[in-house]
């Protein structure tokens, strides 16, 4: 290599070398900021959520605009670059980041805007989940979105998306209506059910595969800004009942009630009495966006004598927020989740048994109920298809870098995970590892992957977009 030259790995072309005059074409034809290693703002730029999942880009470029997005696309198809891009970097699989190329990070697109008249608001590609909320809570407006205010919109969004107003609203993209983005070939389009209809269908649900998304726009509803929401929890010695009680609570409770089980270690939190700390607990997350909670909760609420019951009126945005602390940046993440339609004898048994071996501290096992409006969607609105989910269900591991039982805590994860496949109807692709194969994002879609794949050879023939659960193009 030239003095003042980087070097960008690529996966299929080897490795391309860029002279600084590239370097300063790159930047003056993109009009972004061009960070490199050591450059003040790179730490920050290139820290994702999951830490097992770190990867180090070359170059990392901070576009502020989708004309600028177009230049950089340009850019890399012309060198063949490897090319990511980060939005929230939120993602457990990691593919924010391009091992050795070039990262899109769109955190100077934030812009926020609604509009009360069409009932929408148009969210640039930057912007974290509790940024909108912020906005849209203003005039206890909500967007479909999901369940950790930290989440990047754009990943969410474009792998699915679910929260807590999918059982009354659908999928996150249920509710989409609109995207600009900008595709391989570098053009600026825009893309809804009229205008560019087949490249929207696979943009809800196929991921980053299909170009960069610069700003969305999706519909608002009226939630909040105050609704019931909370935790309530027992000791592991009463999981039977608990659930039971789940599984009564989830099979006739209105759409307006979502709620989230969950089995793990009590964590060492405030709100916790202290003896409990580090034993088993077995805990009931609901948020409740109606007026009848109090009788909706009475399931729950008879089990009595619980551990802790946080359930109480709340602004919408602080429910939302309420889980961030379980989800720390820089953590080690592994997932194995799936989506079952409905809550057998049989899978309690073992979900159960895979629950209550957990082996760190900060891992969970969890039953996320969906049911409701995404059942009666059509089944080929958008790639996300699983219009057959009842909940998504799982387990989530996290610990420390530093902890040396990390291979421990992945084994308890895949074994737990083994025993509850067979119930699975499809899994969710936002919730997929670095580890998982071809086939498994395949699973994903189902039907809809060959589809997807036919979208992908017309937008992306070339496959530039591969830093992702990849769709390869057809042919």
């Not at 995207?179 to 809800?204: H, K």
Request: hydrophobic letters at 40%.
């Amino acid at each position: 290599m030239t003095p003042g030259s980087i070097e960008i790995a690529g996966i299929d072309v080897g490795s391309v070398t860029l002279s600084e005059d590239e370097v300063e074409a790159l930047v003056s034809g993109t009009g972004g900021r061009l960070l490199r290693p050591g450059d003040e703002g790179w730490d920050e730029a290139v820290l994702i959520w999951n830490a097992m999942a770190a990867k180090q880009p070359a170059v990392i470029l901070q576009p502020t605009s989708a004309d600028e997005v177009a230049s950089a696309v340009r850019f890399a198809a012309e060198h063949r670059l490897l090319l990511s891009v980060k939005g929230g970097g939120h993602n457990i699989a990691g593919t924010s980041m391009a091992p050795g190329g070039v990262t899109l990070d769109m955190s100077r697109m934030r812009e926020v805007t609604v509009d009360l008249d069409a009932r929408q608001v148009h969210v640039g590609a930057g912007c974290k989940l509790g940024e909108v909320d912020a906005e849209t809570q203003k005039h206890g407006l909500a967007a479909v979105l999901g369940f950790v205010s930290e989440t990047g919109v754009a990943g969410l969004t474009l792998g699915g998306g679910f929260g807590y107003l999918t059982r009354r609203y659908g999928w996150t993209v249920d509710a989409l209506d609109e995207v600009e983005i900008v595709t391989a070939d570098g053009q600026v389009r825009r893309a809804s059910r009229d205008e560019n209809a087949d490249l929207f269908w696979a943009l809800r649900g196929g991921g980053g595969n299909f170009g960069v998304v610069t700003r969305f726009t999706f519909e608002l509803f009226d939630v909040g800004p105050m609704v019931t929401g909370g935790l309530i929890a027992w000791g592991a010695e009463r999981v039977d009942d608990v659930l039971a009680a789940y599984r009564t609570l989830t099979e006739s409770a209105p759409r307006e009630l979502t709620a989230v089980l969950t089995i793990r270690l009590a964590p060492p939190a405030p709100f916790l009495p202290t003896e409990w700390h580090g034993r088993p607990i077995v805990g009931v997350v609901v948020c409740h966006t109606g007026t009848d909670a109090p009788a909706d909760l009475t399931v729950l609420r008879d089990l009595g004598s619980p551990i802790v019951d946080l359930i109480v009126e709340k602004p919408y945005a602080a429910q939302q927020a309420m889980l961030d602390a379980t989800q720390p940046k820089g953590m080690n993440y592994y997932w194995k989740t799936e989506f079952i339609p409905r809550i057998s004898e049989e899978f309690l048994a073992s979900f159960k048994a895979g629950a209550l071996k957990v082996t760190s501290p900060m891992s969970q096992s969890i039953m996320f109920h969906l049911a409701g409006a995404l059942n009666e969607r059509s089944r080929d609105d958008g790639a996300m298809g699983n219009r057959d989910a009842g909940y998504v269900t799982g387990f989530a591991g996290s610990w420390p870098p530093a902890d040396p039982r990390g291979g421990e805590h992945v084994a308890w994860v895949r074994e737990s995970w083994s025993a509850i496949r067979s119930f699975s109807t499809g899994n969710y692709v936002n919730f997929q590892v670095a580890d998982d194969d071809p086939t498994r994002t395949a699973e994903a879609y189902g039907r809809n992957f060959e589809r997807l794949q036919r979208v992908k050879a017309a937008y992306d023939p070339d496959n530039l977009f591969r830093v992702n659960r990849n769709v390869v193009p057809a042919g």
